[in-house]
């Protein structure tokens, strides 16, 4: 028998994060200054965040500092054994990364594996559910510049990639029209016939990738308006300990959300429920197999955390 190892959900950390400068403090409920969210449309929704990310600042980096973003995420592994046979499991895992005011410079990505033991099910018993230990690349620290981690990786990595949203230089390169951003959303996933699940699974990359500057994130959040299908899925909901709005797409295996501060309009994170038809037999609908969330801070020093 064919065994099949697959790691569904947040996807590694890839990039670094905008971060955004300090907003005022509006009370315990942030959507209180909003509109009835649950009476508002997706395309509502994410207009209101791009008003918001208009008008946000992202605060600068001076030369010699780092940008730092830590991401906290539960990644579903699967062990498959043909069609039929197989258990799915939750690894929590913590990604953080340093990068340089100037891209060029040395860069630093640290993954930690904090728990590999969250059971979400199988058509074998938990007891027979053995779990692969992590590999070189689940957990380790690297550097490189330009974020350049892995040089024997193919393709290679390059500084100012203009096709590679690691790099300010993709970002520079897009358009600021939504209608534009739509097209190049399509373009991206045109392998997948530009499926709208598909164009919101890329729409959420590039998010995580965390270079996209205010205004063109509110530009982004246009775009992924247009998508067929969006939805506000709940009108308040709690990601490490963070309240946002979720929107999302549900097509038919899995339901994505895209999670938003409806404070500042910036995206804090993702998380994936199974539809009502999942992947895999032995995973219940609404079951969630996933989730990633994002916190970012200016340091001074190269590994530096900042303070709590």
């Known amino acids: ?18 971060v955004p400068a300090p907003s005022a403090n509006l009370g315990t409920n942030p959507t209180a200054n909003w509109p009835d969210i649950k009476l508002m449309s997706a395309t509502q929704v994410l207009n209101r965040a791009a008003d918001l990310s ?27 054994f043909g069609d039929k046979i197989g258990y799915s499991y939750l ?28 059971f979400l099910g199988g058509s074998v018993p938990q007891a027979q559910a053995t ?14 510049r330009c974020g350049d981690f892995f040089p024997e990786a193919k393709p290679p990595k390059k500084c100012d990639d203009s096709t590679d949203w690691d790099s300010s230089a993709f970002y520079a390169a ?8 739509y097209a190049k959303l399509q373009s991206l996933t045109k392998g997948n016939s530009a499926a709208p699940s598909a164009m919101f ?20 959040y246009r775009a992924l308006a247009k998508i067929p299908g969006m939805a506000v899925l709940a009108a308040e909901t709690n990601l490490d300990g963070r309240t946002g709005v979720a929107l999302g797409l549900d097509d038919g295996h899995q339901i994505r959300q895209l999670i938003i501060d409806p404070v500042t309009g ?3 994170g993702e998380r994936q429920i199974a539809g009502p038809q999942p992947e895999q037999s032995w995973i219940k609908p609404n079951t969630e197999i996933g989730s990633s969330a994002f916190t970012t801070a200016v340091v001074d020093q190269l590994g530096a955390a900042p303070a709590k």
């Open 131 to 144: 779990q692969l230990p992590p590999t070189d690349v689940d957990q380790g620290q690297w550097q490189g």
């Open 54 to 80: 208009v008008s946000a600042a992202d605060q600068p980096i001076r030369p010699g500092q780092f940008r730092y973003v830590n991401k906290h995420a539960w990644v579903m592994n699967t062990m498959q």
């Open 1 to 18: 028998m064919t065994l099949a190892v697959a790691r569904v959900g947040a996807a590694k950390a890839t990039g670094n994060s905008v």
């Open 266 to 268: 910036q995206f804090i």
């Open 174 to 181: 897009l358009p600021r029209d939504p209608s534009a951003l």
């Open 91 to 118: 690894w929590e895992q913590q990604d953080q990364r340093w990068i340089p005011a100037d891209e060029h410079n040395v860069w630093q990505e640290t993954r930690k594996v904090l728990n590999t033991g969250k």
């Open 201 to 220: 699974n890329v729409g959420i990359q590039v998010l995580e990738a965390g270079m996209m500057p205010a205004e063109l994130r509110a530009q982004w």
